[in-house]
C-alpha cells in the first residue's frame, strides 16, 4: 500500500510542477510561426509554402525595450490592420489562436497597468513597459493568481490564460503593441 501511495504523491508532483504559477518565466517561446491551418485570414502576414511567416523573430526591440512579438505558444487566425468581417474593419492587434485555454506570457519587463474586463476586449491585462510603450493582452479565460495593477513583471511571466471572453469567436488572445499611444503591428514593429 505504502508503494501505491509513494507512486501517486510523485505523479501529482510531477503534475503541478509543470503547471505554471505566477512569476513562472517560460522558455517555449517558437522560434517561428504560422498561420493558422484552413484559416482564411483576409489581413495575413506574408507566408512561406509550409504557411510559416517570412521573416519572422520571435523577438523585437522597441528603444531598450525587448518584446515577445507572441508571447504564446499559438498560430495566427487575424493579423493586424484592415480586414474583412469580424468586430471591426481595422484590426488593432494579432490575433494568436490555441483551441484550447493555453498560458500567457509578459511579453516584456514592466509595471502591469490593469486587470480588468473592458467592452468587446472581456478579459484583459494590460502592461507598460515604458512612458510610451505597453502590451495589451485580450480575451483572457483567467487571470494569473494574484496578478493586480502595480505588479511587476518580467519578460516571460506566467499572467493568463487564452479564453474567448468579450466579442470573440474562440479560443485566443488578442495581442497588441502600444507604441505612442498607437497600436502598432506586432509583428513587424520595431528592429
Same mark, same amino acid.
Not at 58 to 68: A, D, E, H, K
Not at 160 to 178: D, M, R
Given at each position: 500500500? $505504502? $508503494?501505491? +501511495?509513494? +507512486?501517486?504523491?510523485?505523479?501529482?508532483?510531477?503534475?503541478?510542477?509543470?503547471?505554471?504559477?505566477?512569476?513562472?518565466?517560460?522558455?517555449?517561446?517558437?522560434?517561428?510561426?504560422?498561420?493558422?491551418?484552413?484559416? &482564411?485570414?483576409?489581413?495575413?502576414?506574408? #507566408?512561406?509554402?509550409?504557411? *510559416?511567416?517570412?521573416?519572422?523573430?520571435?523577438?523585437?526591440?522597441?528603444?531598450?525595450?525587448?518584446?515577445?512579438?507572441?508571447?504564446?505558444?499559438?498560430?495566427?487566425?487575424? &493579423?493586424?490592420?484592415?480586414?474583412?468581417?469580424?468586430? /471591426? /474593419?481595422?484590426?488593432? &492587434?494579432?490575433?494568436?489562436?490555441?483551441?484550447?485555454?493555453?498560458?500567457?506570457?509578459? &511579453?516584456?519587463?514592466?509595471?502591469?497597468?490593469?486587470?480588468?474586463?473592458?467592452?468587446?476586449?472581456?478579459?484583459?491585462?494590460?502592461? *507598460?513597459?515604458?512612458?510610451?510603450?505597453?502590451? *495589451?493582452?485580450?480575451?483572457?479565460?483567467?487571470?494569473?493568481?494574484?496578478?493586480?495593477?502595480?505588479? $511587476?513583471? #518580467? *519578460?516571460?511571466?506566467?499572467?493568463?490564460? #487564452?479564453?474567448?471572453?468579450?466579442?470573440?469567436?474562440? +479560443?485566443?488572445?488578442?495581442?497588441?503593441?502600444?507604441?505612442?499611444?498607437?497600436? $502598432?503591428?506586432?509583428?513587424?514593429?520595431?528592429?
Amino acid at each position: 500500500m $505504502r $508503494r501505491v +501511495v509513494t +507512486v501517486f504523491l510523485i505523479v501529482s508532483l510531477t503534475a503541478c510542477a509543470t503547471a505554471p504559477t505566477p512569476g513562472q518565466r517560460d522558455t517555449g517561446i517558437s522560434s517561428s510561426l504560422a498561420l493558422c491551418p484552413g484559416a &482564411g485570414i483576409s489581413n495575413a502576414p506574408q #507566408t512561406d509554402r509550409n504557411q *510559416r511567416i517570412i521573416g519572422y523573430s520571435p523577438q523585437t526591440r522597441i528603444g531598450r525595450t525587448t518584446l515577445y512579438r507572441a508571447p504564446v505558444n499559438a498560430c495566427v487566425s487575424s &493579423g493586424f490592420g484592415p480586414r474583412r468581417g469580424g468586430a /471591426s /474593419s481595422f484590426h488593432s &492587434g494579432v490575433d494568436l489562436f490555441t483551441r484550447n485555454p493555453a498560458p500567457i506570457y509578459a &511579453g516584456g519587463d514592466g509595471v502591469v497597468e490593469s486587470v480588468k474586463s473592458m467592452r468587446g476586449y472581456g478579459k484583459t491585462i494590460v502592461i *507598460r513597459h515604458s512612458p510610451d510603450l505597453k502590451t *495589451r493582452y485580450a480575451h483572457l479565460s483567467r487571470y494569473a493568481s494574484g496578478i493586480r495593477p502595480g505588479d $511587476r513583471v #518580467t *519578460r516571460g511571466d506566467y499572467i493568463g490564460h #487564452t479564453g474567448e471572453t468579450g466579442n470573440a469567436t474562440a +479560443v485566443h488572445l488578442h495581442y497588441e503593441i502600444i507604441v505612442g499611444g498607437r497600436a $502598432r503591428n506586432p509583428l513587424t514593429v520595431g528592429r
